[in-house]
């Protein structure tokens, strides 16, 4: 990994005040003659292409010691689940696991861990997984941190795949970075793309410094490769009407099972609105002007069956509650229909919603980045579309059409 390096030696104060100007994130400080490089460096390097020659240099760590990946074999896929009701980012994420280990030829594993859970992993065979490995116990019937992991550190010594995928729920970003921190191995959250190289190198790619860019990440000399996926970022594949591949049922040793955390009472939270699972979307950004505007909007979604979501800006101003957000701050969705009203389209909201089979924008701004990812867009105030779009859909509604 490559560093800056301050060479102190060749530090003054016509150097130091250089730097500084030639700094363009104000990363660089000179503070009582200490010349200090802080956490807004983006490594730019215009310190070292621009500044006094030799006061700051890039400097590259010593390789890591290799590791023999031809040790490694498989992408396998956590499953999640309540009561062997299979999570569908499960689905999504064999599928895309079958896709990464066709460039290899490697197999597709599934990691079930529950109590009472064998006929459930079956329906895995059926999206592409080529082994299921089933950890069934009663002591695993509630999740409980340090046992799963266990338990999954045990499936990674005994399995050895090359990459593993989690589903980027709340059960999946407490578990995957708890066994990947015992291999001492890397860890990407919140992957949009991922790509694998023949050398069973896993590109995992995701947005960074505030969508601004798209960082490539990659696990060089340590395995397994781990990745957190949202769900809706991949498409799940359809179930095949025969399966080839095979159940194998795990042993564990009984010390592995006890956990330090006692589950005392388990509590079942209601239903929430789930914009995750919608088919039809209304959504607005900051070119709705007022909370009172939101009647109108909430109308149009009722005619079209909708449901209503929201950028960021609309949850901090206290308008939306943060499940109804859209973004990577907020829910992924894969609508068949999404009509966005006011919304400009900032990198981290079309990466929430770019899936969606077709996008309808509304916008007054012809250049609004949501226009580069829309399928219809339309140019103009929402404030004379949106009226006229409730007429059409009474209209249609009045003849019986759906």
Same mark, same amino acid.
């Given at each position: 990994?490559?560093?800056?390096?301050?060479?102190?030696?060749?530090?003054?104060?016509?150097?130091?005040?250089?730097?500084?100007?030639?700094?363009?994130?104000?990363?660089?400080?000179?503070?009582?003659?200490?010349?200090?490089?802080?956490?807004?460096?983006?490594?730019?390097?215009?310190?070292?292409?621009?500044?006094?020659?030799?006061?700051?240099?890039?400097?590259?760590?010593?390789?890591?010691?290799?590791?023999?990946?031809?040790?490694?074999?498989?992408?396998?896929?956590?499953?999640?689940?309540?009561?062997?009701?299979?999570?569908?980012?499960?689905?999504?994420?064999?599928?895309?696991?079958?896709?990464?280990?066709?460039?290899?030829?490697?197999?597709?594993?599934?990691?079930?861990?529950?109590?009472?859970?064998?006929?459930?992993?079956?329906?895995?065979?059926?999206?592409?997984?080529?082994?299921?490995?089933?950890?069934?116990?009663?002591?695993?019937?509630?999740?409980?941190?340090?046992?799963?992991?266990?338990?999954?550190?045990?499936?990674?010594?005994?399995?050895?795949?090359?990459?593993?995928?989690?589903?980027?729920?709340?059960?999946?970003?407490?578990?995957?970075?708890?066994?990947?921190?015992?291999?001492?191995?890397?860890?990407?959250?919140?992957?949009?793309?991922?790509?694998?190289?023949?050398?069973?190198?896993?590109?995992?790619?995701?947005?960074?410094?505030?969508?601004?860019?798209?960082?490539?990440?990659?696990?060089?000399?340590?395995?397994?490769?781990?990745?957190?996926?949202?769900?809706?970022?991949?498409?799940?594949?359809?179930?095949?009407?025969?399966?080839?591949?095979?159940?194998?049922?795990?042993?564990?040793?009984? /010390?592995?099972?006890?956990?330090?955390? $006692? +589950? @005392?009472?388990?509590? &079942?939270?209601?239903?929430?609105?789930? #914009? !995750?699972?919608?088919?039809?979307?209304?959504?607005?950004?900051?070119?709705?002007?007022?909370?009172?505007?939101?009647?109108?909007?909430?109308?149009?979604?009722?005619?079209?069956?909708?449901?209503?979501?929201?950028?960021?800006?609309?949850?901090?101003?206290?308008?939306?509650?943060?499940?109804?957000?859209?973004?990577?701050?907020?829910?992924?969705?894969?609508?068949?229909?999404?009509?966005?009203?006011?919304?400009?389209?900032?990198?981290?909201?079309?990466?929430?919603?770019?899936?969606?089979?077709?996008?309808?924008?509304?916008?007054?701004?012809?250049?609004?980045?949501?226009?580069?990812?829309?399928?219809?867009?339309?140019?103009? /105030?929402?404030?004379?579309?949106?009226? $006229? +779009? @409730?007429?059409?859909? &009474?209209?249609?509604?009045?003849?019986? #059409? !759906?």
């Amino acid at each position: 990994m490559a560093y800056l390096k301050i060479h102190k030696e060749l530090v003054t104060d016509e150097a130091a005040g250089k730097l500084v100007q030639v700094c363009p994130f104000s990363a660089i400080t000179y503070e009582n003659g200490l010349l200090d490089i802080n956490a807004a460096c983006k490594m730019c390097k215009m310190c070292v292409k621009k500044g006094p020659k030799g006061v700051i240099t890039l400097e590259e760590d010593e390789p890591a010691a290799g590791i023999d990946k031809s040790l490694w074999k498989g992408i396998a896929v956590f499953v999640e689940h309540l009561d062997g009701n299979i999570h569908n980012v499960t689905f999504e994420l064999l599928g895309k696991a079958r896709k990464l280990a066709g460039v290899i030829n490697h197999p597709v594993y599934a990691l079930m861990i529950g109590s009472g859970i064998r006929d459930a992993a079956q329906v895995l065979l059926r999206y592409g997984a080529d082994k299921v490995f089933v950890y069934d116990y009663p002591r695993l019937k509630d999740f409980i941190l340090d046992t799963y992991a266990n338990v999954f550190e045990d499936f990674i010594n005994k399995v050895k795949p090359t990459a593993i995928l989690v589903g980027a729920t709340n059960i999946g970003r407490s578990l995957a970075p708890r066994v990947a921190a015992r291999f001492r191995t890397g860890l990407t959250a919140d992957c949009t793309k991922l790509v694998m190289r023949e050398n069973t190198d896993l590109v995992q790619i995701r947005p960074a410094f505030g969508g601004n860019i798209m960082a490539q990440i990659v696990t060089t000399n340590s395995r397994p490769q781990f990745c957190t996926v949202r769900y809706k970022v991949f498409s799940a594949p359809e179930p095949a009407e025969s399966t080839s591949g095979s159940i194998e049922i795990m042993d564990i040793a009984a /010390d592995r099972l006890v956990s330090r955390v $006692e +589950l @005392i009472k388990l509590e &079942k939270k209601p239903a929430q609105v789930d #914009i !995750s699972e919608a088919e039809v979307i209304v959504a607005v950004g900051r070119g709705i002007r007022s909370e009172q505007d939101m009647e109108a909007v909430k109308e149009l979604a009722s005619l079209l069956g909708a449901q209503v979501a929201c950028t960021r800006p609309l949850v901090e101003a206290g308008w939306f509650d943060a499940k109804h957000q859209i973004g990577l701050s907020g829910r992924t969705v894969g609508a068949k229909l999404i009509i966005t009203l006011g919304i400009s389209g900032s990198v981290q909201f079309a990466a929430g919603m770019r899936g969606s089979e077709c996008i309808i924008a509304v916008n007054s701004d012809r250049n609004a980045p949501i226009f580069d990812i829309a399928h219809y867009c339309v140019v103009g /105030d929402l404030y004379k579309i949106l009226p $006229e +779009l @409730i007429e059409r859909c &009474k209209e249609v509604k009045k003849h019986g #059409i !759906s």
